[in-house]
């Protein structure tokens, strides 16, 4: 394996390689093991375990059941909204399927947008076809009469 310095001398970038031995004899894999192993995992990663131990492998707004392989399928919700808030007996979480929690969170988006926070406060119009002498101007509106009869 190649290793490459660098070095500054009289303004000028210099680079080195230096072609070291054979390794160190060890299989990739133990290397491997041994670096994740080394990884320090933050405090506030384990919270999704603990909320699971906690509060069980139920979704807490549809009540459904996850087992096995579909345990990856729960997730944890901050009732609050902080990521960081992370008590150790579980107050600011309930476990929700990915289905649920996603609603939740679309209908939070939803509301700040219809509400005035996420964006205007009253709806836009898409289309309007102000040439249309039958009276049906918007495509809502001509989308409704396809189906009728002349």
Known sequence: MARR??????????SKTAVSGGGSGRPVEEVVRELKSNLQKPADEDY?????????LVC?????????KDRRLLTVHHKDGNHHNNPPDGSNWE???VY???DI????VLGDYFGGEGGSS?????YSDESASDGFGT???QLKNTGKKK
């Open 95 to 97: 476990n929700l399927c």
């Open 5 to 14: 310095t660098f070095g500054v001398q009289r303004g000028r970038v210099r």
């Open 122 to 126: 009253k709806g836009e119009l898409v």
């Open 105 to 108: 969170h679309s209908r939070e």
């Open 48 to 56: 999704r375990e603990r909320s699971l131990a906690i509060h069980g």
């Open 60 to 68: 807490a707004r549809c009540g459904r059941t996850f087992e096995g």
């Open 139 to 141: 495509l809502a509106e």
């Open 100 to 102: 649920c929690h996603e």
